[in-house]
């Protein structure tokens, strides 16, 4: 399944995004799933505390002006069956997943009736989002957990299913904040994808079609091994120093833009500008 097959959008955020001043992320998240006509529903799988998460982001998008906003949760997977789950997500315009533990989202919602009309919907236009575990269940495959400050080997991370929103890619969150370069070049050698995507707290991509936009304080990271010249993966034990030769490094802030399709950043005439400015400005 590619992205251009989907006619909804993603806003996937790498956790800690404001919730007291400007709420520049989610504001956006609001403004995509239709504004004051917006219709959320907040999944609380991932956290242990569902009651004050979801109370806390009904707080923030009826502030922001959402229409209608309700939270469903799913302690258990039977809860996925739930016929009152099944209709908020039918008449939502945009759903959106809360942090805490990605392993608990794909146990209690993966293949069932619920994750089936999220897809549905997706498909049909709304808004998805997720942040921080929320953020990381987003691929086919996501990182479950991992260490963070280390260099890249293959027992640095473990990898499983993820809800599979965004298919062929990897994507790691709270990241320079945590320092997980080791840890996303580490799930990319374990598994097909090409694309790895480090996402800062308070920083998020809106993904459309087959692009995606930076929005917020920090930056996305993106790790391209499609051309890679060398890795050392054939004999490596899985303790031991993983080499990566040749991959693309990009670092894109707010407002860059990225075509999944290319696998290149989009600039804009502003940016082209910027850097034809810097080329011909003389040495001091």
């Known amino acids: 399944m590619t992205l251009s097959e989907n006619g909804g959008q993603l806003l996937i955020i790498g ?30 799988a991932a956290t242990s505390l569902p009651g004050e998460v979801g109370d806390n982001y009904i707080r923030i998008f009826e502030r922001l002006g959402a229409e209608d906003v309700r939270v469903v949760d799913t302690q258990r997977r039977e809860d996925a069956d739930n016929p ?20 608990r989202i794909t146990s209690y919602l993966k293949d069932t009736e619920l994750d089936a009309a999220i897809h549905q919907r997706y498909s049909e236009g709304i808004i998805i989002g997720g942040t921080s575990a929320g953020a990381a269940m987003m691929p086919d495959i996501m990182i479950i957990e991992g260490e963070s400050e280390t260099n890249p080997r293959v027992d640095v ?110 600039f804009t005439q502003q940016s082209q500008q910027s850097e034809q400015g810097r080329e011909v400005a003389p040495a001091r």
Do not use: W
């Open 84 to 103: 009152d789950a099944l209709e908020a997500i039918q008449q939502a315009t945009g759903v959106f997943f809360t942090g805490g533990d990605q392993s």
């Open 15 to 44: 956790g800690a995004e404001d919730k007291e001043g400007e709420c520049k992320i989610l504001r956006e998240f609001v403004r995509r799933a239709g504004g004051i006509k917006a219709r959320l529903v907040i999944m609380t």
């Open 157 to 266: 991370v473990a990898m499983g299913p993820g809800m599979g929103f965004l298919p062929g890619v990897v994507i790691d969150q709270h990241f320079a904040q945590r320092g997980r370069l080791g840890r996303l070049v580490s799930a990319l050698a374990q598994q097909p994808a090409v694309l790895g995507f480090g996402i800062d707290e308070n920083t998020a991509i809106a993904v459309s079609g087959d692009e995606f936009e930076v929005i917020g304080e920090g930056a996305i990271t993106v790790i391209d091994e499609s051309e890679k010249t060398h890795d050392n993966l054939d004999g490596l034990l899985k303790d031991e120093a993983l080499a990566v030769c040749g991959a693309r490094l990009h670092i894109l802030p707010n407002g860059y833009r990225f075509n999944l399709k290319t696998r290149k950043p989009i």
